[in-house]
């Protein structure tokens, strides 16, 4: 059974950074979908960041209200991905989840910002900005 264990979390004014961490137990297969989503009070999960890595590469895709503030990126050797957030803003403000599947397939890149693409969840981390 994977795990994944989410990390980096706190709380930062606006303007700031912060860098989550998502280790898995699990190697890599061939293809790999890796995903943050989030989850403010009140709101539904939203999907902000995904990467998809296989043998020819990874390639990341981005929610509009995130793109160019954050960062995907992983680490194969530690079985680990990333989320830096930069340029941060009081509505970022959330419980920031992982997400994982290995071996996986995509009709559309924008499947990487979807909950039905994934099959193991982290228990979140919380980001606080505050103004």
């Known amino acids: 059974q994977e795990q994944l264990v989410e990390s980096g979390g706190g709380s930062v004014q606006a303007g700031g950074s912060l860098r989550l961490s998502c280790t898995t137990s699990a190697y890599t297969r061939s293809t790999d979908c890796m995903g943050w989503f989030r989850q403010a009070p009140g709101k539904e999960r939203e999907g902000v960041a995904g990467i998809y890595t296989s043998n020819n590469g990874a390639r990341t895709y981005y929610a509009d209200s995130v793109k160019g503030r954050f960062t995907i990126s992983q680490d194969n050797a530690k079985n680990t991905v990333y989320l830096q957030l930069n340029s941060l803003k009081p509505e970022d403000s959330a419980t920031y989840y992982c997400?994982?599947?290995?071996?996986?397939?995509?009709?559309?890149?924008?499947?990487?910002?979807?909950?039905?693409?994934?099959?193991?969840w982290g228990q979140g981390t919380q980001v606080t900005v505050s103004s």
């Open positions: 997400a994982a599947r290995f071996g996986c397939f995509l009709l559309s890149w924008r499947n990487l910002l979807e909950e039905g693409t994934y099959n193991y």
